[in-house]
């Protein structure tokens, strides 16, 4: 999809956003919030009719459950406030759980939730659950991380009064919505095919159910401060609705937590004062530039956070490190499957130089082959990393990604990124702006000259460019600024 058919296809789905404002429902789908560029969000447009029989049936039987489950939720998620005595909650932050190792802090939210801490605040990290069938099965029972700071996974279904309500109303906004869409123009049955899938009814459902559980949450606990990730999706723009309606002191603050990809659209998006943020806090100074110029003038105070990715590293001599090469897809399975596919030809070719596969703590290497039969047998010099190792990052000399904001963090140690590209595809690369150290590779084979240069004794030239390059780097994410969630802010008007 070229630049000019991404804009008019996002010119649709507003419209019809826009079109649709009036009621929770009329934002609950998520084909209307296009984010960017990334293929993972354009795949539902470009392949409308994808869904088989099987998948199809697999959407409405999940969807059936979740009503049934209805049945066992609390008729009023109250009653746990009050029996976990959660009965007064300053800050709520919705996070998300996608597993990996038991960490000291928040993998989004750093140490925003401590900091509240120290200033006596309760806290109340609620995530929503990115992990597998068994764990979205789970109880619904708050855990104390620590004296005020607790955490729950978001239930996948809510009363059976609400759930009966979400069926109701869903197809009742996708027939408004399909009504407002103009067959005329190219991309209105795009837009309609999208929107006619059971993965988009299930996405709705999930949106409304996050509406409906704030709603409770916020009317309850009346806290002073809602945070949430920040990337311009329907459920955060349904979690500033359900604020804006029950609990309107509360103040909003969405945090910009990873890349702004070339081309985003989502995070810049202005829904009105019933669905905008009070603040947007970011990881830096360079989407703290592009977001200052587009909410600025609306009234949305922009600050910079920093991020718990900001990791400094010693400059080191490439010569000295060993040949080792990192494939680090993103967690989608279709990008993961790209480059674990591109990475097994390009170290075919290179049996010299070590490869480790670094999954996403939400996709583990396994899962990927087992849809891709051919990532089961992997030339010997292939390690695999469903878990980060310490020190990676250092010992690698290259770094093969896509739309991964890990990049950052490789370039900080000294890795070349190597960027792959695709023709007729908009750029997802985080380091599109960087011209020099980075290479973007289109083939396995035209790694070759990389390498070949590379491994070359170290010439003078190559380490300025390294030098210019983690420069460059250095204030995307930047230290954490904990005192900034102890700043005494105002609601705007």
Known sequence: MNLENFKNLNRVCEDLLRQNLSRPEGLAFSALHLLGPHPSQLEKYEFPQRENFIQSWKYSGWRLFQRAAGLLAPKNISVLWKKYNLKRIDHIIISHE????????????GQIPKSLEKLGKKVLIL????????????????????KNIFSIALPEWTSWKIENEISRIIPSAYKKIEKDIHTKNKYGPIVKGALSRKSEELSAAFNLRLYFFMRAILKEMRP???????????????AIRAAREVSPRAI?????????????????????????????????????????????????????????????FPLREATKKKPLCIVAPEGFMSEA??????????????????????????LPFGAVAKRNPSLSQLPSNVEISDQAKPNDLTQARWFIYRGTSLVFEALAAGAKPLYVGKKNELSIDPLE?????????????????????????????????????????ADYFMKEKPQLAAGRRKKRK
């Not at 202005?270 to 600025?296: C, F, M």
Request: charged share 25%.
């Open 252 to 312: 909003c603050v969405g945090y910009q937590h990873t890349v702004l990809f070339p081309n985003a659209i989502g995070p810049f998006r202005s829904l009105g004062k019933l669905h905008d943020p009070d603040e947007i806090w970011t990881v830096g100074r360079q989407n703290y530039k592009r977001l200052t110029s587009a909410w600025a003038s609306r009234g949305v105070r922009i600050s910079i956070y920093g991020s718990p990715r900001h990791r400094r």
């Open 98 to 109: 996608v597993g990996g190792p038991n960490l000291k802090q928040d993998f989004y939210f």
């Open 433 to 473: 702006k960087l011209k020099k150290w980075k290479r973007v590779l289109g083939r396995p084979q035209e790694a070759k000259q990389v390498f070949k240069k590379d491994l070359l004794p170290h010439p003078k030239k190559t380490w300025q460019e390294l030098r210019m390059a983690k420069k460059w780097g």
């Open 127 to 146: 995530k929503i659950n990115h992990l597998g069938l068994k764990s979205k099965l789970r109880a619904l029972v708050p855990a104390k991380n620590s």
């Open 337 to 362: 499957s790209r480059l674990f596919l591109f990475g097994k030809e390009v170290a075919k070719r290179f049996p010299a130089i070590q490869f480790r596969f670094r999954s996403h703590p939400i």
């Open 224 to 238: 002073s401060t809602l945070h949430f990730t920040w990337e311009g999706h329907a459920w955060e723009r349904l």
